[in-house]
């Protein structure tokens, strides 16, 4: 299959498919105060759409499918739902982001299904400090979910860690010192602005630079290239370690040229970029009984509209409108 690729001759590779807007934790920086404005249940995909319009994006191209929300597993039937994914030939990599809250119970069926990766967002060690994170009283649930999933056998496990000044930069080191004894990956990630408070984005935000000097303060950290490893995130390992440190900085070091996604949300729209407003309906041509042609034809519209490079590391405090990040995916 010819290779999908952008005007600026990006491989579009991947896909990033949110399930749903529910979620089950109220995460400070992902969900506005008073929760996010529902979908209705009608505006939401089925999974039959949902697969409908990932077999039109492999057919063009996707060759990568990644399951966000909200939270992915609130939504009932996602084991099923991810084991006809897995099925779907061709499809090379089927993976999905929790915040593990239901991993205890559903670490084995999702691993029965097919799905191999996995990403845990987990932003503190400390379950007071959970609570004020997400506004629920759900440490140890994630802990043991965390446990659950290296138990199925998912491998590496993925944590990832959104790092905010004041609130966990604290805890940098005793998260990526979990790497010392187990092979998790802990991923530092720059907080985003998208539609917070500016105000407070300036306060809290922590460059990846800061973060890595603080690692580099207990000892120093070897770079890990592999094609294992690829994706926005750098990696590094401390000697001797188990696991790797990855990471991720979308604001101090974008990752726009080597960008490969989209997105589609819950409610089928279409996002060429994480901190753009354009969003382009597929839902309603789907269930107006568009062809698979004309389907391919506003993937393709929407790739080809992806623009070069996003705009938050001139203006980090922007806010994107239409959309809080529980409601996009991450
Ligand atoms: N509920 C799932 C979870 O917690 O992983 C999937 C959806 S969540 C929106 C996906 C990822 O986006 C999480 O890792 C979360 O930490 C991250 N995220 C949300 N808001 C963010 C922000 N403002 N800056 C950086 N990362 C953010």
């Known amino acids: 299959m010819a290779l999908l690729t952008d ?45 409908h319009l990932i077999q039109v994006s492999m057919d063009l191209g996707i060759t990568k499918v990644r399951l966000t929300g909200g939270e992915p597993l609130v939504r009932k039937g996602v084991t099923d739902f991810c084991r006809r994914l897995a099925g779907i030939p061709g499809l090379q990599s089927l993976s999905l982001t929790t915040n593990g809250v239901m991993l205890e119970e559903l670490a084995q069926d999702l691993y029965s299904a097919g799905i191999r990766r996995i990403n845990i967002s987990l932003d503190t060690l400390q379950p007071q400090k959970f609570l004020h994170i997400t506004r629920r009283d759900e440490f140890d649930r994630v ?4 446990q659950a999933a290296e138990h199925a056998g998912f491998d590496p496990i993925k944590i990832n860690v959104v790092v905010m000044r004041g609130i966990n930069d604290d805890e940098i080191l005793d998260l990526a010192k979990l790497t010392l004894q187990r092979p998790y990956h802990i991923r530092f990630i720059e907080f985003m602005s998208i539609n917070g408070d500016s105000q407070w984005v300036l306060q809290h935000y922590v460059s990846s630079d800061e973060i890595l000097e603080k690692l580099l303060t207990v000892a120093p950290l070897e770079p890990i290239v592999s094609q294992h490893t690829n994706g926005p995130a750098r990696h590094f390992r401390w000697p001797d370690a188990k696991g790797v440190i990855g990471i991720i900085s979308p604001i101090s070091h974008h990752f726009c040229p080597s960008c490969n996604r989209i997105r589609l949300t819950a409610d089928g729209k279409l996002r060429n970029c994480l901190f753009s407003d354009q969003e382009v309906d597929i839902k309603s041509p789907l269930r107006q009984g568009a062809t698979d042609a004309e389907l391919a034809q506003i993937l393709r519209a929407s790739i080809d509209n992806k623009p070069e490079k996003h705009s938050l590391q001139s203006d980090v405090f922007r806010k994107c409108q239409n959309r809080p990040m529980v409601a996009i995916g991450g």
């Open 143 to 146: 802990w043991r979910g965390i």
């Open 7 to 51: 005007r600026y001759q990006r491989p579009i590779d991947y896909l990033r498919v949110s399930i749903t807007d529910r979620c089950d934790l109220r995460c400070i920086y992902c969900t506005p105060l008073g929760g996010a404005p529902k979908l209705a249940h009608d505006d939401i995909l089925t999974y039959e759409e949902f697969l």
